[in-house]
Each structure stands twice: as C-alpha cells, then as structure tokens.
C-alpha cells in the first residue's frame, strides 16, 4: 500500500505542530492536579526515580526534557478538556482495544 500524498492544509498541520513550543513542568503539572509522582512517570513513560529527581534540588536535580514537558502539557491539556472531546475522537486517538 502507497502512502498517501500530504495536501498543503496537512503540511501546514505538521509545520504548525513542529513549531509549537508546547511544555509544562511537572512542578507546575503536580500543582494543578492532584497526582503522585507515579502517575507523572507513567504519563512520561519514565521511571518513578527519574521523576524523583525532577523534584529534588542539588546536586541530584535533574532536568526534564522536551518530550517529558510535551506529555505533561498534552495531559493537562485532556484532562481540562476532556468532557468535549467526542467520544469516537478520544477511541480514535487511544483505542481502548489495540491489536498487536
């Protein structure tokens, strides 16, 4: 099967998308909604000692990156949002049955 060309609406979609600046921190993320550290290593998919260290201060302080502060935003972003999200577009977007 041949991938499908992208139209010019598409493309701006993903230079819109490459651009944003889309980020939140998890001090900010633990603030605003009442989460452990473990939900935060699950929605970043990292383990529970790295997202220990984005809380310490020190020498044992570690800094999250882009792609953590993009999970962090994108969930607050669903969690504010999530009663107005259609169904079928949250199914479309995590099927609750994925075929492997």
């Known amino acids: 099967m041949k991938p499908r060309p992208l139209t010019p609406r598409e493309q701006l979609l993903i230079d819109w998308y490459s651009y944003c600046q889309l980020g939140m921190t998890p001090q900010t993320f633990y603030a605003k909604w009442q989460v452990s550290q473990e939900d ?3 929605i970043c998919s990292r ?5 220990h260290r984005w ?3 020190g020498r044992s302080y570690r800094r999250p990156n882009a792609v953590d502060l993009r999970h962090l935003a994108l969930m607050d972003f669903l969690l504010d ?6 169904e079928n577009l949250r199914e479309a977007l995590c ?3 994925q075929e492997d």
């Open 81 to 86: 949002n999530f009663d107005q999200i259609p």
């Open 55 to 57: 809380f310490r201060k």
């Open 47 to 51: 383990s529970v000692s790295t997202v």
């Open 40 to 42: 935060i290593a699950a």
């Open 95 to 97: 099927p609750i049955d």
